[in-house]
């Protein structure tokens, strides 16, 4: 391991050493099991180690301690692993949603590898030992922190769903618009065989823009926002009503033809109207 796995990337998966652990234990403990049955139950000959020759009493009193004490210890040999784990590490905790042990913190991923040679693939067991995997992979983002479109990915969005510009690029359809701005999908077509080229209509405080093929709808991403969610106002000029920085918690959501997307907040105890 130290001279041919550790510190390389892309490696197989089966001799990782956690995997390749449980492995060899599990099938010692098949043998273990089969030949201590046959010692404790069938009249064979003398048992010899070397010097020392157990009598039959001893070899079954032995055998009958292992059969028990072999399973049980792998079963606290991994509960002491999971303890150091979770209390000298700190490395997982309990998601009580999902009802299952998470790592606390992820900022890399492993990314599985199938075989691609024809008949191992086919076969389940050669499949998942010819299984490779890359460690320490993280994902590509843009400078906005977005996901990449790479060629003709599916670009999608809801009719009604709130979309925002994330970064400034002279292909935006309305040179009035600005980076950050909120609006919601009037409309979207996506690319079919009547459509080279998915389409979207959206609507941005009030007036609709037409955003037509992937250089255009990469510049907008879907926002999600809810009642109960904290609203910022950045810099105080697409509101009236609220000062930059300003929050204020979301009471109600809107679209409306003629203000675009309408925020019913509550600041202060004061109820009142933001235009995005």
């Given at each position: 391991y130290r001279l041919f796995m550790k510190g390389v990337q892309r490696r197989l998966r089966a001799i990782e050493p956690l995997q390749l652990w449980i492995l060899i234990l599990d099938y010692f403990l098949?043998?273990?099991?089969?030949?201590?049955?046959?010692?404790?139950f069938?009249?064979?000959?003398?048992?010899?180690?070397?010097?020392?020759?157990?009598t039959r009493p001893e070899i079954i009193g032995f055998c009958m301690f292992m059969l028990v004490l072999y399973p049980i210890g792998f079963i606290v040999g991994v509960y002491m692993?999971?303890?150091?784990?979770?209390?000298?590490?700190?490395?997982?905790?309990?998601?009580?949603?999902?009802?299952?042990?998470?790592?606390?913190?992820?900022?890399?991923?492993?990314?599985?590898?199938?075989?691609k040679t024809f008949g191992i693939r086919h076969i389940p067991p050669l499949a998942s030992l010819a299984t490779q995997h890359l460690r320490s992979c993280i994902p590509v983002l843009d400078d906005q922190g977005e996901k990449m479109l790479?060629?003709?990915e599916l670009i999608v969005f809801l009719k009604g769903s709130l979309v925002r510009i994330k970064k400034a690029n002279n292909k935006i359809p309305d040179a009035s618009l600005e980076v950050r701005m909120l609006g919601f999908v009037v409309d979207f077509i996506p690319k079919d065989?009547?459509?080279?080229?998915p389409e979207a209509t959206i609507n941005?405080?009030?007036?609709?823009?037409?955003?037509?093929?992937?250089?255009?709808?990469?510049?907008?991403h879907t926002v999600h926002l809810r009642k109960g969610d904290v609203l910022v106002c950045p810099n105080g000029l697409n509101s009236g009503k609220m000062k930059a920085k300003e929050r204020a918690k979301i009471e109600d959501i809107k679209t409306n033809p003629q203000q675009g997307v309408v925020f019913e907040v509550l600041d202060m105890s004061i109820e009142q109207e933001v235009y995005a």
């Open positions: 098949i043998n273990f099991t089969k030949h201590s049955s046959t010692l404790i069938k009249d064979s000959g003398p048992v010899s180690f070397y010097i020392f020759h157990p692993c999971i303890q150091y784990l979770i209390e000298a590490k700190k490395y997982v905790v309990f998601d009580e949603d999902k009802g299952i042990w998470l790592d606390k913190e992820c900022n890399e991923m492993r990314v599985n590898i199938q075989p790479f060629g003709d065989d009547d459509h080279e080229e941005f405080g009030g007036k609709e823009t037409s955003w037509k093929g992937y250089d255009q709808l990469s510049l907008l």
